[in-house]
T-cell receptor, first 109, second 116 residues
Framework: GEDVEQSLFLSVREGDSSVINCTYTDSSSTYLYWYKQEPGAGLQLLTY?????DMKQDQRLTVLLNKKDKHLSLRIADTQTGDSAIYFC?????????FGKGTRLHILP | NAGVMQNPRHLVRRRGQEARLRCSPMKGHSHVYWYRQLPEEGLKFMVYLQKENIIDESGMPKERFSAEFPKEGPSILRIQQVVRGDSAAYFC??????????????FGQGTRLTVV
C-alpha cells in the first residue's frame, strides 16, 4: 500500500537551518504536505506543495519536491526554539491523507 | 469561525466499557476524517465520512469500532468494549471538499483515550 517514510529524529543548533526529508511511494499524489505537532496538541498545516511544482518558499520554510525520486524535503531557515516539534510529511492518496511517523526536531542552544 | 472541535479532550475508560468521541467540523465543512495516533507513531487513517455516508472505512478495525456523521450534530467515533490497545490519541479533521482536491484539511486538538 501507500507508504510515507521519514527519519525519526533531527537535532539542530539554534540559528542553523533544519532539513527534514521524506520519501513516499504513491505516484498519483496530488498534494504533499508538511504538518507540525507540538506536545499535546493537534496538527497544524505548515505548508503544502502541488505535485507539478518542484519548489515552494514561504517565509522561513522551503519545500523541495523531486517527483522522479519521490522525495520531499522541508527546510526551516534560522531555526528557533519555537520550532521544536514533530514534523509530519503527508501525501494525498485517493480520499485520504497518509502520514509518515514524524520527525522529532530538537533544538540545541 | 471556530476550528474543528473535538470532545472530550481526555477520556478514561475501563476495559470493556464503551468510548464515544465527538467531532464537530468547521462551519461549511461536510467531509470528516478520523485518524488514530498510537504513542510514538504517526497518524493512521481510520475512516472518511460525508454527511450521513461512510465513504472509506478501510482503516477501521473490523470489530468494535464504528463511525457516523449524521445530518445534524457532530461526527461520532464509537469504540465498544475497549481494550488497553485502544489507548491512543484520536484526531478528527474536516475539509470543505474531498482531501485529494482540497489543499487543506483542518485538524482538531484530538481526544486522548486511556484504557485502564
Amino acid at each position: 500500500g501507500e507508504d510515507v517514510e521519514q527519519s525519526l529524529f533531527l537535532s539542530v543548533r539554534e540559528g542553523d537551518s533544519s532539513v527534514i526529508n521524506c520519501t513516499y511511494t504513491d505516484s498519483s499524489s496530488t498534494y504533499l504536505y508538511w504538518y507540525k505537532q507540538e506536545p499535546g496538541a493537534g496538527l497544524q498545516l505548515l505548508t503544502y506543495i502541488f505535485s507539478n511544482m518542484d519548489m515552494k518558499q514561504d517565509q522561513r520554510l522551503t519545500v523541495l519536491l523531486n517527483k522522479k525520486d519521490k522525495h520531499l524535503s522541508l527546510r526551516i531557515a534560522d531555526t528557533q526554539t519555537g520550532d521544536s516539534a514533530i514534523y509530519f510529511c503527508a501525501d494525498s492518496v485517493d480520499d485520504k491523507i497518509i502520514f509518515g511517523k514524524g520527525t522529532r526536531l530538537h533544538i540545541l542552544p | 469561525n471556530a476550528g474543528v472541535m473535538q470532545n472530550p479532550r481526555h477520556l478514561v475508560r475501563r476495559r470493556g466499557q464503551e468510548a464515544r468521541l465527538r467531532c464537530s467540523p468547521m462551519k461549511g465543512h461536510s467531509h470528516v476524517y478520523w485518524y488514530r495516533q498510537l504513542p510514538e507513531e504517526g497518524l493512521k487513517f481510520m475512516v472518511y465520512l460525508q454527511k450521513e455516508n461512510i465513504i472509506d472505512e478501510s482503516g477501521m478495525p473490523k470489530e468494535r469500532f464504528s463511525a457516523e456523521f449524521p445530518k445534524e450534530g457532530p461526527s461520532i467515533l464509537r469504540i465498544q468494549q475497549v481494550v488497553r490497545g485502544d489507548s491512543a490519541a484520536y484526531f478528527c479533521a474536516s475539509s470543505r471538499d474531498r482531501a485529494v482536491t482540497n489543499t487543506e484539511a483542518f485538524f482538531g486538538q484530538g481526544t486522548r483515550l486511556t484504557v485502564v
